[in-house]
């Protein structure tokens, strides 16, 4: 439980953080770092998640099981990605047969 | 308390069914054990609208041409009766009721953690049967209970809207339910009830929950999603417009293939209480069937893709697909082999739960083993689309969850209502249910091998024997579920009135008077052992 | 759980009779709500699941339909539903030194911003129709949107303002949803409901804000910022 005080100053400073994240995320758009442009905005959006947690709901003071849940959840969003990307991104490994694509349309 | 039985009827003590009368006080009750009837009368309600689908659908199976219905309405029986029985009886069965009622007990707390939104659950979920009934009534709907795209998005002009909002909302019922358990397995538990002296039903309810809190969401985002492909026709699962149906499936089975873990798990949990106490023996491997429970529910979040190995689905990804789904089967057959050897040596008696119970064991053991062939890439592309595959997930949901949910229903009934049935007829019952179950689901094992595809309204006449032994087994099985039903009313006003532990088992539930005061417990109780301390050179219980 | 007698602390306000002491209670509900907010994290893991994959696949579509919205508009925002999350923590820490008067402003500032920030969004929205660019309803890209959408493929465009309507749609229930929770703290909090001893339902709503604040901290690059504005 969060039954410590955090004071006011916390509070502002990582509020500046995050405005500042948010410039800096923008900015980089901007800026032409191919696929990791990607990359930096979700890092930095990661980073930005990351300190709200943290502070402002207070993670920081909390039990060791409410920091589990939090884990488990995003694990579990991994998961259901990892795995549906797996199919996606392997599905063109093997080609599909020939008599496949000489097949006529299915569409009416 | 052991004078209860001596006093006449009149002066029955105040438990939570006399606290109160009227309809007000059942329908905004906030008591657990209240809200577990509320969901026992509607889960019972919605099996007997499922089950007369299946009826109608095995009447129509007698004859090659089809005997009742034409293909237009078979679809929507088939669809109905698979949204009904998995959405509102399967997943709420053994949770909502028996989890309802006995979680707070088994915990030594007085109700659930959050007892309002446990209220709001049952509300949720009638709303989300009307919905599914009003589609029923104004029309049906005819794509199978996954609701495949493109043809439930783009093709289908059916009630697909309405079904798809009335899952939509009772999933919402499935997530509170769950994460009241959670939270009150986590806070509630009674001074010196440490995780591994918390019986096994309440692991697999916490288990079973984890799947719901982690599940159900996504169902429940691909259902909206659906709707509104439905609506709108933006091409998210249209192939014509660039979107992939095979997604659908990927977060379709994302939830629904764990929801059978939702749907067996309890059913596991039911049998290691009444296998311990009618073997008067601690469970073999107590933390190991703990465990496996929790292994099951996360192994089952892995398996998915064997419901797409012959979709277009990457072969590659369907590799580690079937490999992930032979890993499933570890931690249930541990289970199975658990249960075996707490028998072994045990002083057996065989009641009307326990043969509840063993016939679990064996048909899961069968749906089980024929899992794993259909985990099997070559196989699974003979079977599938099969009635192998209708069978096998018969024998799991069926035999196993329902005969779990019946013998927990049996072996808690003098818990809920203070009444007794006549064990005789209970195990009258639970025999015919077996040997109906069986003729009723081996066939389609035998019909599916031999090629007969599933949700066909007809089908080639050398099929004929064998569809007439699975439609005569229904009828067996429908005289099989009807005789509780009348007993178990019979004995409400009729029955003994039961002592607080009439089967001698261990167990926090057994240590209130029953049915259990509004409060549980007058004081909370401590608990010193661990679970199935049964005495074990001693005789069977009589 | 503690031996503590249970009717003794039952004087105190906002004891439910199911549990034994109040840290108890504050423990469930903290529990309770954090489990919640994993169901919303699933929830909306789906739809970032599924834009995942199409971004993936239709890259240029998601690009040039990224580079219509507005980039000022969308930072704009951000900043404004940063700015509720402050005033939503400051209101939880008034809450917790007891300090009435400054609970009811902070909740009621967070109120205005998450105001503002819809309004805005209302306002985009409207742009969106204007152009046309509404799958389902109004879709018919002209003049420089086209030619914007046209290079990646315009059904697959299509898929990109789905995504972009289902994700910052679904967001702004959230906050309609939220704006309502917080509109009942206020009303209580004037009442002086809450006190440094009692004060879960503000820090409930307030984690619940903060997760709708993540949601858009996501939100923000995945749709304005894709493929960079160089």
Not at chain 1, 97 to 106: G, I, L, Q, V, Y
Not at chain 3, 159 to 170: E, N, P, S
Not at chain 3, 198 to 224: K, Q, R, T
């Amino acid at each position: 439980m969060s039954h410590t005080i955090v004071p006011q100053k916390t509070y502002l400073y990582i509020f500046f953080s995050l405005i500042g994240l948010t410039l800096l995320t923008t900015g980089v758009a901007f800026i032409d770092l191919g696929p990791f442009n990607t990359v930096a905005a979700l890092v930095i959006a990661f980073t930005k998640m990351m300190l709200v947690i943290m502070f402002f709901m207070n993670v920081r003071n909390s039990s060791g099981l409410i920091r589990i849940i939090i884990v488990a959840a995003f694990f579990w969003f991994a998961l259901l990605i990892a795995f549906t990307m797996s199919d996606y991104r392997t599905r063109t490994w093997t080609p599909a047969p020939e008599s496949w694509s000489s097949a006529p349309p299915t569409h009416p | 308390m052991s004078t209860a039985t001596l006093e006449p009827r009149v002066h029955a003590p105040r438990n939570y069914l006399n606290a109160d009368y009227g309809w007000k006080s059942w329908l905004f009750t906030l008591d657990h054990k209240r809200i577990a009837l509320l969901y026992l009368v509607s889960i019972t309600f919605f099996f007997i609208i499922g089950g007369s689908f299946a009826v109608l659908m095995r009447i129509q199976l007698v004859d090659p041409q089809g005997a009742i219905v034409q293909p237009e309405t078979y679809n929507k029986l088939f669809t109905l009766h698979g949204v009904v029985m998995i959405f509102f009886f399967l997943i709420p069965s053994i949770p909502a009721v028996l989890g309802n009622f006995l979680v707070p007990l088994m915990v030594g707390a007085r109700d659930l953690a959050f007892p309002k939104l446990n209220l709001l659950s049952w509300y949720i979920y009638i709303v989300g049967g009307l919905f599914t009934l009003y589609s029923a009534i104004a029309g049906g709907v005819d794509t199978g209970w996954t609701f495949y795209t493109p043809y439930s998005s783009t093709y289908s002009n059916t009630q697909v809207t309405a079904v798809a909002i009335g899952v939509f909302i009772t999933g919402f019922s499935s997530i509170l339910t769950g994460l009241n358990f959670i939270v009150t397995i986590h806070k509630m538990r009674a001074p010196g009830l440490t995780w591994f002296r918390m019986p096994l039903f309440l692991w697999a309810t916490y288990a079973t929950s984890i799947i719901m809190v982690l599940g159900t969401p996504v169902l429940a985002i691909t259902i909206f999603l659906l709707a509104l492909e439905h609506l709108f026709h933006v091409g998210i699962f249209s192939p014509a417009l660039g979107g992939d149906p095979l997604l659908f499936q990927h977060l379709f089975w994302f939830y629904s293939h764990p929801a059978v873990y939702i749907m067996i798990l309890p059913a596991m949990g039911v049998v290691s209480e009444i296998i311990a106490c009618f073997a008067r023996k601690r469970i073999f491997g107590y933390k190991i069937v703990a465990f496996s429970s929790v292994a099951i529910a996360v192994l089952g979040f892995l398996v998915w893709g064997h419901h797409m190995f012959v979709t277009g689905q990457s072969v590659y990804a369907g590799i580690i697909f079937s490999l992930l789904s032979f890993l499933v089967a570890i931690p249930s057959a541990i289970k199975v082999f658990n249960w075996t050897a707490t028998l072994y040596k045990g002083s057996i008696s065989f009641d009307a739960p326990m043969l509840y119970a063993m016939g679990f064991i064996g048909l899961f053991t069968m749906g089980g083993l024929t899992g794993l062939f259909l985990a099997s890439l070559a196989t699974d592309v003979h079977l599938n689309g099969t009635y192998f595959v209708v069978a096998h997930f018969h024998y799991i949901m069926v035999g196993g969850a329902v005969m779990g949910y019946l013998g927990g229903i049996h072996f808690w009934w003098p818990k809920i209502s203070g009444r007794k049935y006549p064990n005789g007829w209970a195990a009258l019952a639970a025999a015919i249910i077996f040997i109906g179950f069986n003729l009723t689901f081996f066939p389609q094992f035998v019909l599916g091998y031999l090629g007969m595809p599933r949700r066909y309204a007809f089908y080639p006449a050398e099929f004929q024997v064998l569809n007439v032994m699975s439609s005569a087994g229904a009828t067996v099985l429908g005289v099989g579920y009807l005789i509780p039903l009348i007993y178990l009313f019979w004995s409400m006003r009729y029955g003994p009135i039961a002592e607080p532990n009439p089967w001698g088992a261990t167990g926090l539930e057994w240590k209130t008077p029953s049915p259990p005061p509004t409060e549980n417990f007058t004081e909370i109780p401590v608990v010193t052992e661990e679970a199935y301390a049964y005495a074990e050179e001693e005789a069977g219980h009589e | 759980m503690s031996d503590a007698p249970a009717h003794l602390e039952a004087e105190h306000t906002g004891l439910a009779h199911q549990f034994e002491d109040l840290e108890q209670q504050q423990e469930s509900d903290f529990l309770g709500i954090w489990l919640f907010l994993v169901t919303e994290i699933m929830f909306f893991g789906g739809l970032f699941a599924a834009y995942a994959i199409y971004r993936w696949l239709y890259f240029a579509a998601f690009e040039g339909g990224s580079h219509i919205l507005d980039i000022r508009l969308g930072a704009a925002n951000t900043v404004v539903l940063l700015g509720s999350s402050l005033t939503m923590a400051l209101s939880v820490r008034s809450a917790q030194t007891g300090n009435r008067r400054a609970l009811v402003y902070f909740l009621i500032a967070t109120m205005i911003l998450g105001g503002v920030f819809l309004g805005v969004k209302a306002y985009e929205y409207n742009q969106k129709f204007v152009e046309h660019i509404v799958p389902g309803l109004d879709w018919a890209p002209e003049g420089e949107v086209l030619a914007h959408l046209a290079p990646g493929g315009l059904q697959h465009a299509q898929l990109y303002f789905f995504f972009y309507f289902a994700m910052t749609g679904l967001h702004a229930i959230h906050m309609v949803i939220g704006m309502g929770l917080l509109l009942w703290l206020v009303i209580r909090g004037r009442k002086g409901a809450f006190t440094p001893h009692y004060f879960a339902p503000v820090e409930v709503v307030g984690l619940y804000w903060h997760f709708v604040d993540i949601v858009w901290i996501f939100l923000f690059p995945l749709l304005y910022l894709i493929g960079g504005r160089y």
